[in-house]
């Protein structure tokens, strides 16, 4: 099973205008490695629901090739000319917004950079909350960086339910997706944004997540596409912002709840990561990163502080481990620190 292999089966299946998939430009290189295929098509803008039933049929013709054990087959569509404007539209669109179905609250973790810890903090977080008797899951929508497969200790691939609905993995009494999930630990997905939106699309909407109380989504760094497109596109009960106390990351964070701040999603509260570090030989605490940046810039911001967690060896080797700390050990200093933000943030969250 070769991508030259996929090209000639998707040879069959007409486009629209009548001209074979392939011959259109309207695919992405295809990935094909043991098994498992994934491409993505891009409608012309106004024609994405004539492109439906050709992403069906092509998705049809790469189960047929022999070899073949999992499929992935994005659609998306480009958008027309944007309208002249002295600013981007940032307007949260209530009336287009749809609920994820069987889910109660739908969360963003954010940062405004990368490397402060969000991901860890983000499985961590849901494992604290499951303990609290909430069913909780969590999305990573970091496509070109998928980390909550290696966090959680999870292997092998979702289940496909009837209707292309995918069977979210457990973690921990946690359900979880990514595309960490669906390719190799070592594919790089080389993914323009429309195609990384439609990916996260797929996993917030055709997975099975009902009955959850909570729905945490792991952003990816920085305040681009897909923290917009989630914020226009789904009802989010609030953002949570993870932060590192330097100026550094605090800049960045100011910048994240500007963001949210623009598409009317409410600041549930800040969260500081490394807050300080402990030696695990005489217990001596170490302020790497300063101290009380994220506190004093929530204060600033008048959003709620959630807590603060330090950085500690257990906590690293845990992440590695795939074994989260907060299951590991929820009376620990990182478990308990953990477990006191999660109280915070259940008490924040509407409707839970």
Known sequence: ????????????????????????????????????????????????????????????????????????????????????????????????????????????????????????????????????????????ADVYGPSQPRLFGLRGRPRVREGRILEPLDGYGVKVMSIGALVDDETAMVWRGPMAMAAITQMLREVAWAPLDVLLVDMPPGTGDAQLAMAQSTPLAGAVIVSTPQDLALIDARRGIAMFRKVDVPILGVIENMAHYVCPTCGTQAHIFGHGGAEAEAARQGVPFLGAVPLTMALRESADAGRPVAALDPDGPVGAAYAAIAARLAAAIPAV
């Open 1 to 140: 099973m070769t991508p030259e292999a996929v090209l000639a089966a998707l040879g069959g299946v007409a486009a629209p205008d009548g001209r074979a998939l392939p011959d259109t430009g309207r695919l992405s290189p295809v990935l094909a490695k043991d098994g498992r295929v994934s491409v993505a098509i891009t409608a012309p803008p106004g024609e994405a629901a004539a492109y439906a039933p050709v992403r069906a049929a092509a998705e049809r013709a790469i189960r047929a090739i022999p070899g073949v054990t999992k499929v992935f087959v994005a659609l998306t569509a480009e958008t027309g000319p944007a309208p002249q404007r002295d600013a981007p539209d940032l307007s949260p669109a209530k009336k287009g917004k749809q609920p994820v179905e069987g889910v109660r609250a739908v969360i963003a973790v954010a940062s405004g950079k990368g490397g402060v810890g969000k991901s860890t903090t983000a499985c961590n977080l849901a494992v604290a909350l499951r303990a609290r008797g909430l069913r909780v899951g969590v999305l990573d």
